[in-house]
């Protein structure tokens, strides 16, 4: 792997050698805190020659005629920055720019970005900003990235209180959460509407509903990619937030005179316990809603020249929560590491690197009941590495090694242990080519990663394809696919409707699985081993019906070949007396596979003061466990989310948010009917007198029935107050009503005494936000 990383770094630095064009690259920055600029426009006037920078404000474009340029970058909230710069021969112009805040004068070349569209495959991924977060409406007043996550087409949530969230029939345990590169085990609250992420830090976020490309790895469903900036080099500042759920506080600022090294600090902590008795008396019965949490987060990052840096950070995100005081869920999860940013002088390589590690342990307690825990530690080494090829083309490639360490224990439907502790390594590496044709209309990106398990002594080619072509310059088709795999296996059953515990583990070894797996033909496969395994394919068009006005348009379908689970038909221990007995009664897990297919509508209008994202999505998922085939509890059939978003006042100090969701009913197993089960020891017993005190359930088969169909409105109304003598002082009032028309959305219904638990009542809210 080194000889073949040191091959392609002087092989890709020596072609520039022998051409008569040169490069310009660079860093887009704020002048406001030298943060970067995502996403902004970089434009070589008179030319067609363009791009936009990365997540950290990078850019380079190459294989430009020698000669002397216009160089102009535009980005949304600043003003226009123009720079001529001189291409000489075989030479790399480095450019590093700091925009100022302030509106863009002129006409906004609009086009720039229509073309960014058109060198994209944006296939299955939505691509967001601090500011897109803070359009979604969320109960407290305080946006949340959990919030519009739920908004996503293809993701479905199952509740407000203990709830989880499901990406396109992917599990919780299927769907991978990064933030800057680094596995976060445990990303939402028990009160589903909370992450453990910082909003007002959050400078990007990819999300992945399938398809991703050959960079990522280690899940089989989907991937969300989240990206912090770093602290204020300019000056010190701050924000702080007061709500009837959260109070949070942010301080950031420069390290020393020079401007380069700087800070980040920010706390979390649930005041619910505290408040909802008091302002919600009419939630859970009185009791209010019972969530504790606070989450910390740090970083120091060292700036060097151009566009070099290196951060060092650390976290610890904690939740505990007591239902209806028989249960006590707690879990706690923190970590660290470091990551870099090198650009090597007179070299058109971008490298990026880091080493983090970070811990997750879960507790349930519950009375009359055993514990149960789990717990991972796991740590990453990883390097990726991209190379701006002419014509926008692009080559990413890169490798890292993970180290795993579980611990496990738990039980099944009939109180049967279920125990595993493990360590495990596992490598990958991956290579993607962006190929865009010389016309524009045909971007194809082909990549494969290869994935290395110590623990089964086995690697797994993944191919991948993500590819779009441009019909017109306003609709243009897209593709992606591709074959996935992990190492990780959930520590609940698919078939569970409320499970608060949500553990990790690796995958289990091929002593803990039946030797055979059932088909749904009736033929059966040997089982090598316990990995998941899934391959995607999504079809869709996207199409620019204005200026303002887009439509986007997506088919899926994913077939999970091999998925493992907690064997809830376990009856026996499997030890040599129960040898004649089947394996599917005595293992800890089965393999399971399924499928999930559907497709997703989004349209987007925009305009200055107004903004309107409706979203429909439509699926179906089906599991097969070799006996049955159900659906498992979050097969949501139909999906509406509308969201708004409309600026008025003065200066635009005021501003309404409102988002509308509906969905139809989730699957539950019915009950057909009550009976007492006799006791019957032998022929001569008296089944008259044999009959049990205790009641006994006949169900119906797995998942026949269907809840009522959830629907809710939030709206929220924003008044910010700014100060002529001081523009760094912001008050903004937020005042919000979650569940505005008092739906009554059931969460689950206790079987035995026919309580009904509903989801959210109608709650108001004042939030009060100061930054500084």
């Known amino acids: 792997m080194r000889q073949l990383v040191l091959i392609s770094f002087f092989l890709i630095t020596g072609l520039s050698a022998f051409s008569q064009t040169g490069t310009v690259r660079g860093v887009v920055k704020s002048i406001e805190d030298g943060n970067a600029v995502p996403f902004a426009k970089v434009h070589l006037v008179g030319t067609d020659k363009f791009t936009a920078t990365d997540i950290d404000g990078l850019f380079s474009m190459p294989n430009i005629p020698v000669g002397t340029y216009t160089i102009k970058i535009t980005s949304t909230q600043y003003s226009e920055f123009t720079q001529e710069i001189i291409i000489e021969s075989a030479k790399i112009v480095d450019v590093e720019v700091e925009l100022t805040l302030g509106k863009t004068f002129g006409v906004v070349d609009i ?88 909003t007002e830090l959050i400078r990007s976020a990819d999300i992945y509903t399938g398809g991703f490309n050959a960079k990522y790895g280690g899940r089989i469903s989907s991937v969300m990619d989240i990206s912090y900036r770093d602290g204020n080099t300019k000056r010190f500042g701050g924000v702080m937030s007061v709500s009837p759920f959260t109070s949070q506080l942010l301080l950031e600022g420069p390290i020393g005179k020079k401007q380069n090294v700087s800070f980040v600090f920010t706390g979390k902590a649930s005041v619910l316990e505290l408040t909802s008795k008091a302002l919600y008396p009419y939630v859970n019965d009185g009791d209010g809603l019972p969530f504790n949490f606070y989450d910390f987060y740090s970083k120091i990052t060292v700036h060097g020249d151009k566009a070099n840096k290196f951060s060092v950070f650390g976290f610890s995100f904690n939740d505990q929560v007591t239902y209806q005081a028989v249960s006590n869920l707690k879990w706690n999860s923190f970590g660290g590491g470091s990551n870099f940013i090198f650009v090597p002088n007179n070299s058109e390589l971008f490298m990026k690197g880091r080493f983090n590690f970070s811990t997750y342990d879960i507790l349930l307690e519950e009375d009359n009941l055993p514990d149960r825990s789990s717990g991972i530690l796991g740590s990453e080494l990883a390097f990726d590495f991209t190379y701006h090829l002419p014509g926008k083309s692009r080559l990413d490639y890169g490798f890292g090694f993970n180290y795993l360490q579980t611990e ?28 865009v044709s010389a016309n524009r209309r045909l971007i194809i990106e082909p990549g494969i990663r290869f994935q290395g398990y110590a623990s089964y002594g086995e690697v797994t080619a993944e191919p991948r394809l993500n590819g779009k072509y441009n019909i017109t310059d306003e609709f243009r088709l897209k593709m992606a696919g591709g074959y996935f795999t992990q190492n990780f296996t959930s520590t609940t059953s698919d078939k569970d409707v409320v499970n608060l515990f949500n553990g990790f583990i690796t995958a289990p070894s091929t002593t803990a699985l039946p030797s055979t797996f059932v088909k749904p033909d009736g033929t059966e496969k040997e089982i090598k081993n316990g990995l998941q395994k899934a391959w995607h394919a999504i079809f869709g068009f996207e199409v620019d019906l204005s200026k303002r006005l887009a439509l986007n348009v997506e088919g899926y379908y994913k077939w999970f070949s091999q998925m493992t689970n907690i064997n809830n038909n376990k009856i026996f221990e499997d030890n040599a007396v129960n040898s004649q007995i089947a394996d599917v009664y005595k293992k800890d897990f089965i393999l399971e596979s399924g499928a999930a297919y559907g497709g997703d509508i989004v349209l987007t209008f925009t305009t200055k003061k107004f903004y309107f994202w409706a979203v429909y999505a439509i699926g179906k998922v089906t599991r097969w466990d070799g006996f049955q085939t159900y659906a498992p509890v979050f097969d949501r059939r139909h999906n509406v989310n509308l969201i708004s978003t409309y600026s008025f006042g003065n200066k635009e100090s005021w501003e309404i948010t409102a988002r509308w969701n509906l969905g139809s009913g989730f699957p539950f197993k019915q009950t057909n009917g009550v009976y ?64 505005m028309y008092a739906r009554q959305n059931i969460f689950y219904v ?7 638990v509903y989801q959210l009542p109608i709650m108001p809210s004042l939030a009060f936000n100061m930054k500084f």
């Open 111 to 198: 086009r720039i970005d229509d073309q960014e569209k058109m060198v994209d495959p944006r296939t299955s991924v939505i691509k967001i900003t601090n500011t897109d977060i803070k359009r979604v409406p969320v109960t407290g007043g305080t946006a949340d990235i959990a919030g519009y996550f739920q908004t996503v087409p293809g993701v479905i949530s199952t509740g407000d209180q203990g709830g989880q969230v499901y990406v396109r029939g992917g599990t919780p345990i299927q769907n991978r959460v990064l933030l800057d590169g680094m596995t976060i085990y445990n990303p939402f609250h028990s009160i589903g509407f909370y992450s453990v992420f910082e």
């Open 676 to 739: 007492e089960e006799p006791t019957i020891s032998d022929v001569d017993a008296d089944y008259w007198t044999g009959n049990s005190n205790n009641l006994t359930f006949l169900y119906d088969d797995q998942n026949n029935g269907r809840l009522p169909t959830y629907h809710r409105l939030d709206v929220n109304v924003k008044k910010t107050l700014t100060f002529e003598k001081n523009k760094n002082l912001k008050f903004e009032f937020i005042a919000g009503v979650t569940n």
């Open 750 to 756: 206790n079987r035995i005494t026919n309580q009904k």
């Open 408 to 435: 496990f224990e738990t039980f099944n439907e009939v109180n049967r242990v279920i125990s595993q502790n493990s360590t495990s390594v596992e490598a990958g590496a991956y290579i993607s080519y962006r190929h």
